[in-house]
């Protein structure tokens, strides 16, 4: 890194200090199932991407005359669209009045030509768009999982000559039902300023929603493999030694990086893996609960949800009521003891979120003599 972005970097970093994202206008909330697995960092041949992590995969199939999403473009207008829904409640978002317009709102340069921020940003507007992802939890007792596409509809009026001419109709998409429904019942919340501080890296991106998203549950030191951690953020490395070697080396650099935006954050090299210590979350801020009459307006629009979810996902509240049901536990460490128990049982929860509950409730209590 040389010194004007490194300098840039840590003025970004004291802004960030100096006033809470709420405070500044800069909470924004990233998809959860994609900081626990992330889209390519760079243009990758064909169209079908998977990424692992733990027993969560994560699939992206794209249309083989568009191609896959790649690089930070798509990261940021992910966060664009989860903070947009769960601020509006609304699956039908407006892009901005004006291309320019909107491209200034994600902290991007108005650079024409071929390899110009304008042409990418269109061309990766509409891989993302385009897209369609596939979530699957297995292990030996369970297999589940939930497939959706990004958006149902999309209308661009947008011309990369005129960035700044304010179209006929306005450019709008509408996400797919079943994507908006998992963005706004689980959203990370974020720092909108350090995603465009980092913006240069989508490794440094992926990283500190990551870390954000980690160290809000985080309740006991954990040390993560690098091979694992390769499996979850480098899918462009070699699978042998030496890839690791390459990927850690690389990882590490991004994670100098992220670390100076988010100081709080208690991760160091460890002998076999990143060592993680719980530490203050970046942004310690859920978003507020959604009113009545915004549930049922939407609420029409949506697909029925099956009787039993097949994942069976749980609600961003119910994690909230688990901590206080079993304070000092980690959560998702229950949550896996949960369904191992519920596979074997061969049986299904008529409400997973009391179940959960009532299952840490029950582990937390003293056990008797």
Known sequence: MNHNRSDKLVLDALAIEAEQAKQAGALGYMARA???????????????????????????????????????????????????AVRTGSPVLEL?????????????????GKRGDITR????????????????????AM?????????DEYNLWWNPKSPDQLPLWKSTVTLGSKFFREIIERPVPIDLRALKALKRSPMALDIYCWLTHRMF???????????????????????DAHGVRN????????????????????????ERGLALKPSPPHVAVLPE?????????????????????????????????????APGFDVYA??????????????????????FIGFCRRKAQPKTA
Request: hydrophobic share 40%; with cysteine; charged share 20%.
């Open 34 to 84: 994609l900081t626990m697995a992330t889209l390519p960092h760079k243009e990758t041949s064909g169209c079908a991407f998977e990424r692992k992590n733990g027993l969560f995969n994560l699939s992206i199939l794209a249309p083989p005359s568009v191609g896959l999403p790649f690089g930070s473009i798509p990261r940021l207008l992910l966060s664009w669209v989860t903070t947009e």
């Open 96 to 112: 901005g009045p004006t291309l320019s317009a909107f491209m200034a709102e994600l902290g991007l340069a108005r650079q024409g």
């Open 121 to 140: 940003f269109r061309s990766q507007t509409v891989r993302l768009f385009s897209s369609a992802i596939s979530l699957r939890y297995s292990e030996k």
């Open 143 to 151: 297999d589940a999982g939930l497939g959706f596409n990004v958006a």
């Open 217 to 239: 549950y985080l309740q006991k030191p954990v040390e993560i493999p690098w091979p694992l951690l390769q499996l979850q953020f480098g899918a462009d490395y070699a699978d």
């Open 247 to 270: 990927f850690k080396f690389n990882f590490l650099k991004h994670l100098k990086n992220v670390c100076v935006i988010y100081p709080e954050a208690n991760v160091v090299e460890g």
């Open 289 to 325: 609960p959604r009113k009545p009459e915004e549930r049922w307006r939407y609420a029409a629009a949506l697909p029925a949800p099956a009787p039993a979810p097949p994942a069976l996902l749980l609600k961003t509240a119910t994690y909230q009521k688990a901590r206080l049901a």
């Open 334 to 355: 229950l949550e896996q003891d949960w369904r191992e128990w519920i596979a074997k049982k061969g049986e299904q929860p008529k409400n997973p979120d009391n179940a």
